[in-house]
């Protein structure tokens, strides 16, 4: 099963493909972007196309799973995912995913990064069947936690990892958050 181009009120979100290379290389090399995820500093093209490489990989793991291209009219905004969990025996749950968006600083403040996760979110729970979904980031950011709270996503831990190389904030924790499929529906019947 390839991934669907999906579309909400303002975005077409299509699967992530090689030519979006030169795209993620850029998001990728923007300090902002980059201020939580990777140790904390921009990545170098070659870490850049290996993390898309990556991303790419991933999209084939589970039929259905995988990572979206934001797109604004025709201008690349950043990517959202619903992507594989794989667990420590190397096996991927096809009823769990974990969802996360990377978004280009000029498009931030816009609702687009939980305009997307709406969309995935509506996707992996009535199109793939899903049981949950699952997103981390750092607590000391808050925008990502917000948008996953505007989701209907509920915090439901902090780890505290050590880090050899820490980010700034990473004292603070990882939060993870989490909607099940019955919570899910269960909004969408109170949001009509």
Known sequence: MSLPTLRTARLNLRPLAQHNRDDIIDLDSDP??????????????????????????ASRQVPGLGYWAGYLDDTFIGWAALSPIQSNSGTFNAQKAEIGYRISPRFWRRGYAKEMARELLRYGFEELGLLEVVGQTMAVNEASRATMKACGMQHVRTLYIEFE????????????????????????????
């Open 32 to 57: 902002q972007v980059m201020k939580y995820v990777h140790r904390g500093r921009p990545l170098t093209r070659v870490e850049a196309d290996q993390d898309h490489q990556e991303r790419l990989s």
């Open 165 to 192: 190389d820490p980010i700034p904030g990473s004292e603070d924790g990882e939060v993870e958050y989490a909607i099940t499929r019955e919570e899910w529906l269960e909004l969408q019947l109170h949001s009509k």
